[in-house]
């Protein structure tokens, strides 16, 4: 099995949909300080392969909010949208050696199947744009650790099916351009957030696929309000304002439940982060959030 570098590199990998929200700054944050207790680096990766999600600006937008609590990319920040050569590489490998098909059916014709792709429907009628599909064989089962969730596993046949790599409307996949920034970007450890947990055996089985290295993983509570909504959804969610930023920082502090009295009370956001890195408790982490109280919102100190 292929091994990780010896340095930790985390890495920070957000979608250019809109402004940076709380649970995206968790994150950030979060994956920010265990890079730096690790003494190792901290990257950042614009996710913006999906056009037609995407807002103007708002790379540059979220690059200034996270500049804002001192968090800058170690390295020149990698944008997807520019690595199409290596996702066709990696899509070349996995053809030659018969692990992915060509793929017509519409979502129509997956509904029939549950949603879940096991075989292909023949394109009636007018010839289709095809999908690419990673063949995941059954008793594809997937086990591994995470560092805060624990142990799991999935039966990826089961769960995902024969998933796609890329679309048929001619984008690249998530799950493909994931796997491959990662590994060229040598990164150890993933910090992220628990709703890609899921998604998780599917990335290792694509890492194995190609004879990659499988990071450490690590995926932070979802952070949602008192009505249980995602909080990156919820339109009373505390905004993350670059010209004021120490309330987001505080809240922040909370979700990774650390104590409140160890964040220091006064300087920038920068500052505050720089002072608290030897000071963070990883353990003190909750595995999950139910909701939490950010105290008062016109707290500006």
């Known amino acids: 099995m292929p091994s990780l570098p010896p340095r930790y590199r985390g890495r920070f990998a957000p979608s250019p949909t809109g402004p940076l929200h709380l649970g995206s700054l968790s994150t950030a944050i979060g994956s920010w ?7 190792g680096e901290w990257l950042v990766r614009i996710e913006d392969i999906d056009p037609p999600r995407e807002v103007p600006g708002a790379a540059q937008s979220q690059l200034r909010a996270l500049a804002a609590f001192g ?12 690595r199409s050569d290596r996702y066709a590489r990696a899509i070349d490998l996995l053809r030659s050696a018969g692990r992915v098909f060509d793929c017509a059916c519409s979502r129509s014709d997956l509904a029939a199947q549950g949603s879940i792709h096991r075989r292909c429907v023949p394109p009636a009628g007018e010839h289709r744009q095809w999908a690419i599909r990673l063949r995941v064989e059954d008793g594809s089962v997937v086990e591994s650790e995470d560092a805060l969730q624990g ?8 769960a995902a099916g024969d998933f796609v790599l890329k679309r048929a409307d001619g984008y690249w996949a998530y799950q493909l351009a994931v796997v491959v920034d990662d590994a060229e970007q040598e990164i150890s450890d993933i910090v992220r957030g628990a709703d890609l947990l899921d998604s998780t055996p599917r990335q290792i089985l694509l890492q194995r696929a190609l004879g990659l290295p499988t990071p450490r993983y690590l995926h932070l509570p979802l952070v949602i309000d008192e009505s249980g909504q995602k909080l990156s959804k919820s339109l009373s969610s505390i905004p993350v ?16 439940g650390q104590e409140p009295s160890a964040l220091p ?3 920038s956001a920068e500052s505050r982060l720089l002072r608290v890195v030897s000071g963070f408790q990883a353990d003190r982490i909750p595995r999950a959030l139910s909701a939490i109280d950010f105290g008062p919102a016109a707290d500006r100190s």
Do not use: C
Not at 71 to 82: F, N, W
Not at 244 to 256: E, I, N, S, Y
């Open 33 to 39: 300080l265990l890079a730096r207790q690790a003494g």
């Open 71 to 82: 968090l800058v990319s170690d390295l020149p920040v990698l944008y997807q949208s520019a």
């Open 151 to 158: 142990r799991f596993h999935q039966d990826v046949a089961v």
């Open 241 to 256: 304002d670059p010209a004021d930023p120490v309330p987001a920082l505080r809240a922040v502090w909370a979700m990774l």
């Open 265 to 267: 009370a006064s300087g």
